[in-house]
């Protein structure tokens, strides 16, 4: 069945088919439900390896809960709540946290009649326990961070036996338009509150169409998370999208901390803020008195148990640590997979993605990867070519990476209902699919028409489906081809919330609803594990995924869904992926140009120049769209985006050595403005400008017509170069600039440096041939400082036998030195530095020299043009990964 865009929002529901937060039982019982005045029973105190263990009681119906709390050496604490006694085992979110943190051992510090207050980490924190009402505070050198249960939120609703007869009102049974759902383990959803004490800007919780800072949701829809497929979502809403990270990061001038919520049921999330300053009514002047800024915090999710880790930074870079070495580093992609991605649903056959491949050689436009969509298989059976407009797959596939280029085809989980299909046979009998609340394979209907859908939560089917990427099974397939996980919320077209119902049943017993959100997180995984094993281990693999979860990053790449050509959603992609980046979620993009509608030229040209600085850069459209190559609009245009994509290429080396230190520290690659001045409040609140890295500030145009934009510069101390015409601005100012379509504001930070290729490009193969520019932009002090990493751009042995370099680069008193940024790596390669610009220059100096060990040393030829302070040394022949130093006299 052919199946057309629009279908996936019907005229007669529209956006109506998505809940409210007054649709869903569990959010009104808790809302609406009583506090409940739980009291920690501080005499049943234990005292373990692992930390600490009460029990609580709810003394109206005498609910008994066990209360574990871990710290560990990494400054993170873990609070879990789960029944004492419970009929059965409530779900516990596996395969999220790659390993337990090596816990501290915990001591007590002081007792009283109220209180336990238990210390570790040679006293500088504790754990406050209060019995009556139970509450539990987090502190830092007698500071109260963070307060567990402040405002008595806790909600345990504990497992039952089912009643022998379901009645229409039932707690065991819930109706949303057509659709029932029937719990098979009752009322079961969890709650607590958390006190941020001293925080007013809270970040976190993607995905969401809105600003990076969360808002108080007083008055409004709380935060959902549920993985859903919003076709061209509303802007500014809070309704959730296709993925969910838990996540919230609350900051301050002096501290970063997190508030990590492992829950993978539906969840909502309520923020409230509290003002610094408040009027006393009792004073006849009406004069402001001074109150502690604080945001509270409540979390409501639908089952499972109470599982909360708080991150305790204290700055930015250590709780992305904290947060990467609980839920795990961001993949350290192939190279190819930082080019530009060429997409659309769908190119029509071979000879249409050969053509389009020649178009970019013939324009003179580099691009590494071209995708196709669902209509590429046979009738949207997955792991099969539709056998008339792609009869020689293999051959395409060779074509491409003849060129060095790569191709990506679509893998979704629904599996066409086809009885003469080997692959649906082969799911069915091995019993792979998920199954309906009775029992029976559950069906469900999506582009093929009426599908089942795999069961990834299991670890036989994951690792069956992984088997089917092997060149042997996966027929027409080459080293050379990738996957998109797409609709994998999973998007259910004739399902509730076009979603799997959650009394679906799957692997071991557990409903849909415990696990929902984990469905894409789970085919992702075994996506990467099918591309890996067919590599025999060797090659790193390439996965972008619509749904995802916390610890999604470890895997690959995932995008923003199903976007709009307009300005406002363009403008809305940047705070989405800033705060998918603080969520631990790196390589990350919104689809250039947007996916549904035609976007006017001046939109495209400013949508490609924004997403080629940010991390995964591809443009795709949906299939009822015009044709977007960037060729098709006029000289002008082309030329403008031939540069956006070009400037993307030369600054690869960059972006690669961001991405390694993603994987080894946690850092995104693409940060707020507060990650990098932490202490300065007027960037606590920007996300229309950002940060690559520590070194380059990025305002992407965002809106029709501009002549002038203003950026922001942060830090009075710091001076900025512009990249364009390397004129120099002190920080702590908004500058008026301005641009025209050719212009993008990006700035270079004083005291940084950063390598770029030189040369032409035609895709990422070419980085390792071409030599490398240094740009060294200096501070105040005369100084700056930047690395670069380097390995073979593609194989695991970067891991496994410690085949990469990492390079530094320290400029101080007109001396640049290149070393060895440690002792750990070795890898030998022919790139050489060709020259060398320093910026913050300002009188010419009187020589150059260049000294390379056991070489003579040598003059270099060099210019300094005195207007913009600028010197650039040339005609260099420097191995990177030799040392050598470059004196300026």
Same mark, same amino acid.
């Given at each position: 069945?052919?199946?057309?865009?629009?279908?996936?929002?019907?005229?007669?529901?529209?956006?109506?088919?998505?809940?409210?937060?007054?649709?869903?039982?569990?959010?009104?019982?808790?809302?609406?439900?009583?506090?409940?005045?739980?009291?920690?029973?501080?005499?049943?105190?234990?005292?373990?390896?692992?930390?600490?263990?009460?029990?609580? =009681?709810?003394?109206?119906?005498?609910?008994?809960?066990?209360?574990?709390?871990?710290?560990?050496?990494?400054?993170?604490?873990?609070?879990?709540?789960?029944?004492?006694?419970?009929?059965?085992?409530?779900?516990?979110?596996?395969?999220?946290?790659?390993?337990?943190?090596?816990?501290?051992?915990?001591?007590?510090?002081?007792?009283?009649?109220?209180?336990?207050?238990?210390?570790?980490?040679?006293?500088?924190?504790?754990?406050?326990?209060?019995?009556?009402?139970?509450?539990?505070?987090?502190?830092?050198?007698?500071?109260?961070?963070?307060?567990?249960?402040?405002?008595?939120?806790?909600?345990?609703?504990?497992?039952? %036996?089912?009643?022998?007869?379901?009645?229409?009102?039932?707690?065991?049974?819930?109706?949303?338009?057509?659709?029932?759902?029937?719990?098979?383990?009752?009322?079961?959803?969890?709650?607590?509150?958390?006190?941020?004490?001293?925080?007013?800007?809270?970040?976190?919780?993607?995905?969401?169409?809105?600003?990076?800072?969360?808002?108080?949701?007083?008055?409004?829809?709380?935060?959902?998370?549920?993985?859903?497929?919003?076709?061209?979502? %509303?802007?500014?809403?809070?309704?959730?999208?296709?993925?969910?990270?838990?996540?919230?990061?609350?900051?301050?001038?002096?501290?970063?901390?997190?508030?990590?919520?492992?829950?993978?049921?539906?969840?909502?999330?309520?923020?409230?803020? @509290?003002?610094?300053?408040?009027?006393?009514?009792?004073?006849?002047?009406?004069?402001?008195?001074?109150?502690?800024?604080?945001?509270?915090?409540?979390?409501?999710?639908?089952?499972?148990?109470?599982?909360?880790?708080?991150?305790?930074?204290?700055?930015?870079?250590?709780?992305?640590?904290?947060?990467?070495?609980?839920?795990?580093?961001?993949?350290?992609?192939?190279?190819?997979?930082?080019?530009?991605?060429?997409?659309?649903?769908?190119?029509?056959?071979?000879?249409?993605?050969?053509?389009?491949?020649?178009?970019?050689?013939?324009?003179?436009?580099?691009?590494?990867?071209?995708?196709?969509?669902?209509?590429?298989?046979?009738?949207?059976?997955?792991?099969?070519?539709?056998?008339?407009?792609?009869?020689?797959?293999?051959?395409?596939?060779?074509?491409?990476?003849?060129?060095?280029?790569?191709?990506?085809?679509?893998?979704?989980?629904?599996?066409?209902?086809?009885?003469?299909?080997?692959?649906?046979?082969?799911?069915?009998?091995?019993?792979?699919?998920?199954?309906?609340?009775?029992?029976?394979?559950?069906?469900?209907?999506?582009?093929?028409?009426?599908?089942?859908?795999?069961?990834?939560?299991?670890?036989?089917?994951?690792?069956?489906?992984?088997?089917?990427?092997?060149?042997?099974?996966?027929?027409?397939?080459?080293?050379?081809?990738?996957?998109?996980?797409?609709?994998?919320?999973?998007?259910?077209?004739?399902?509730?919330?076009?979603?799997?119902?959650?009394?679906?049943?799957?692997?071991?017993?557990?409903?849909?609803?415990?696990?929902?959100?984990?469905?894409?997180?789970?085919?992702?995984?075994?996506?990467?594990?099918?591309?890996?094993?067919?590599?025999?281990?060797?090659?790193?693999?390439?996965?972008?995924?619509?749904?995802? @979860?916390?610890?999604?990053?470890?895997?690959?790449?995932?995008?923003?869904?199903?976007?709009?050509?307009?300005?406002?959603?363009?403008?809305?992609?940047?705070?989405?992926?800033?705060? =998918?980046?603080?969520?631990?979620?790196?390589?990350?993009?919104?689809?250039?140009?947007?996916?549904?509608?035609?976007?006017?030229?001046?939109?495209?040209?400013?949508?490609?120049?924004?997403?080629?600085?940010?991390?995964?850069?591809?443009?795709?459209?949906?299939?009822?769209?015009?044709?977007?190559?960037?060729?098709?609009?006029?000289?002008?245009?082309?030329?403008?985006?031939?540069?956006?994509?070009?400037?993307?290429?030369?600054?690869?080396?960059?972006?690669?050595?961001?991405?390694?230190?993603?994987?080894?520290?946690?850092?995104?690659?693409?940060?707020?403005?507060?990650?990098?001045?932490?202490?300065?409040?007027?960037?606590?609140?920007?996300?229309?400008?950002?940060?690559?890295?520590?070194?380059?500030?990025?305002?992407?145009?965002?809106?029709?017509?501009?002549?002038?934009?203003?950026?922001?510069?942060?830090?009075?101390?710091?001076?900025?170069?512009?990249?364009?015409?390397? /004129?120099?601005?002190?920080?702590?100012?908004?500058?008026?600039?301005?641009?025209?379509?050719?212009?993008?504001?990006?700035?270079?930070?004083?005291?940084?440096?950063?390598?770029?290729?030189?040369?032409?490009?035609?895709?990422?193969?070419?980085?390792?041939?071409?030599?490398?520019?240094?740009?060294?932009?200096?501070?105040? /002090?005369?100084?700056?400082?930047?690395?670069?990493?380097?390995?073979?751009?593609?194989?695991?042995?970067?891991?496994?036998?410690?085949?990469?370099?990492?390079?530094?680069?320290?400029?101080?008193?007109?001396?640049?030195?290149?070393?060895?940024?440690?002792?750990?790596?070795?890898?030998?390669?022919?790139?050489?530095?060709?020259?060398?610009?320093?910026?913050?220059?300002?009188?010419?100096?009187?020589?150059?020299?260049?000294?390379?060990?056991?070489?003579?040393?040598?003059?270099?030829?060099?210019?300094?043009?005195?207007?913009?302070?600028?010197?650039?040394?040339?005609?260099?022949?420097?191995?990177?990964?030799?040392?050598?130093?470059?004196?300026?006299?």
């Amino acid at each position: 069945m052919e199946e057309d865009v629009v279908s996936v929002v019907p005229e007669d529901e529209g956006k109506d088919k998505f809940k409210k937060s007054e649709h869903v039982a569990f959010y009104r019982r808790q809302i609406q439900g009583p506090n409940l005045q739980h009291r920690a029973l501080l005499d049943t105190m234990v005292l373990t390896e692992k930390g600490a263990r009460f029990e609580l =009681l709810e003394p109206d119906k005498q609910t008994r809960l066990l209360l574990s709390m871990s710290p560990s050496k990494r400054d993170t604490v873990r609070i879990l709540i789960d029944e004492l006694r419970p009929v059965k085992a409530r779900y516990r979110v596996p395969d999220v946290v790659t390993e337990e943190p090596q816990c501290e051992q915990l001591r007590v510090d002081r007792r009283t009649n109220d209180s336990v207050t238990l210390t570790w980490s040679s006293g500088r924190h504790r754990v406050r326990v209060w019995h009556f009402p139970f509450r539990l505070e987090i502190l830092c050198e007698n500071e109260v961070l963070v307060t567990f249960n402040a405002k008595s939120k806790l909600w345990f609703e504990t497992l039952q %036996d089912p009643p022998s007869e379901l009645q229409d009102d039932s707690l065991w049974k819930e109706t949303f338009r057509q659709f029932v759902d029937l719990k098979a383990n009752g009322p079961s959803s969890v709650g607590a509150d958390l006190r941020l004490h001293g925080f007013r800007h809270v970040y976190g919780l993607p995905e969401h169409s809105d600003d990076l800072q969360l808002r108080d949701t007083r008055g409004g829809e709380p935060y959902r998370l549920y993985n859903l497929d919003v076709f061209a979502y %509303d802007l500014f809403s809070r309704l959730g999208l296709y993925g969910s990270v838990p996540l919230m990061v609350a900051h301050k001038p002096d501290r970063t901390l997190g508030v990590f919520w492992l829950n993978a049921s539906e969840t909502f999330v309520n923020v409230q803020y @509290f003002p610094t300053e408040q009027q006393d009514d009792q004073s006849p002047l009406v004069r402001r008195r001074k109150v502690e800024p604080q945001t509270d915090v409540r979390w409501l999710s639908e089952s499972g148990v109470i599982d909360c880790t708080v991150l305790l930074g204290p700055n930015p870079q250590q709780l992305f640590g904290q947060y990467a070495q609980l839920t795990g580093f961001q993949a350290l992609p192939p190279l190819f997979a930082l080019g530009y991605h060429q997409s659309r649903w769908n190119y029509d056959d071979e000879a249409d993605v050969k053509a389009v491949d020649a178009g970019f050689d013939r324009h003179d436009i580099p691009y590494d990867v071209i995708w196709l969509d669902i209509e590429h298989t046979d009738g949207k059976r997955y792991f099969t070519w539709d056998p008339v407009h792609f009869p020689q797959p293999a051959r395409l596939q060779l074509h491409l990476e003849k060129k060095k280029r790569k191709l990506v085809v679509i893998s979704d989980p629904h599996i066409k209902l086809d009885p003469d299909w080997s692959f649906y046979c082969e799911a069915r009998d091995g019993g792979h699919f998920v199954k309906d609340r009775d029992g029976q394979i559950y069906k469900g209907t999506c582009w093929p028409g009426e599908s089942s859908y795999l069961d990834f939560s299991s670890p036989a089917t994951r690792a069956w489906y992984s088997s089917c990427f092997s060149l042997d099974k996966y027929k027409g397939s080459t080293s050379s081809l990738f996957v998109w996980n797409d609709m994998n919320e999973p998007s259910v077209f004739n399902g509730p919330e076009q979603t799997m119902p959650k009394d679906a049943v799957h692997c071991g017993g557990w409903e849909h609803r415990d696990l929902h959100n984990l469905y894409g997180f789970y085919q992702h995984m075994a996506t990467v594990d099918g591309l890996i094993t067919r590599s025999g281990g060797s090659e790193r693999p390439f996965v972008l995924s619509r749904s995802f @979860f916390a610890g999604s990053q470890r895997f690959g790449a995932i995008w923003t869904g199903d976007n709009v050509a307009s300005w406002e959603y363009l403008k809305i992609s940047v705070p989405m992926l800033l705060s =998918l980046s603080l969520a631990g979620i790196a390589f990350c993009g919104a689809d250039v140009g947007g996916f549904f509608q035609d976007p006017e030229p001046e939109l495209l040209v400013r949508w490609y120049q924004a997403a080629a600085l940010q991390p995964f850069f591809r443009g795709h459209s949906a299939k009822m769209m015009k044709r977007r190559e960037p060729w098709l609009f006029g000289e002008e245009v082309t030329a403008a985006i031939r540069t956006a994509i070009q400037q993307r290429y030369c600054l690869l080396p960059y972006w690669y050595s961001l991405f390694h230190q993603a994987h080894t520290c946690g850092l995104p690659p693409l940060r707020p403005l507060w990650v990098e001045f932490p202490r300065e409040q007027n960037t606590f609140s920007v996300d229309h400008q950002y940060m690559i890295g520590g070194a380059l500030l990025v305002c992407p145009v965002t809106e029709p017509g501009v002549q002038e934009v203003q950026v922001l510069l942060p830090g009075s101390g710091e001076i900025w170069y512009d990249v364009d015409s390397a /004129e120099a601005t002190r920080g702590g100012r908004t500058l008026s600039l301005p641009v025209t379509l050719n212009t993008v504001p990006v700035f270079q930070r004083g005291g940084s440096v950063i390598c770029r290729s030189v040369g032409s490009f035609s895709c990422t193969a070419d980085l390792q041939l071409l030599p490398l520019s240094i740009t060294v932009a200096l501070n105040c /002090e005369g100084g700056a400082a930047g690395q670069l990493y380097l390995d073979d751009f593609h194989s695991f042995r970067y891991r496994d036998t410690k085949s990469f370099c990492l390079r530094r680069f320290d400029m101080l008193s007109g001396r640049l030195l290149c070393r060895a940024a440690g002792e750990e790596g070795t890898f030998d390669c022919d790139l050489v530095v060709q020259s060398v610009t320093v910026l913050g220059i300002k009188s010419k100096p009187s020589s150059v020299t260049v000294h390379v060990s056991g070489v003579k040393d040598s003059s270099a030829v060099f210019e300094h043009i005195e207007t913009c302070c600028m010197l650039t040394v040339s005609s260099l022949n420097l191995r990177v990964t030799t040392d050598w130093e470059m004196l300026i006299s």
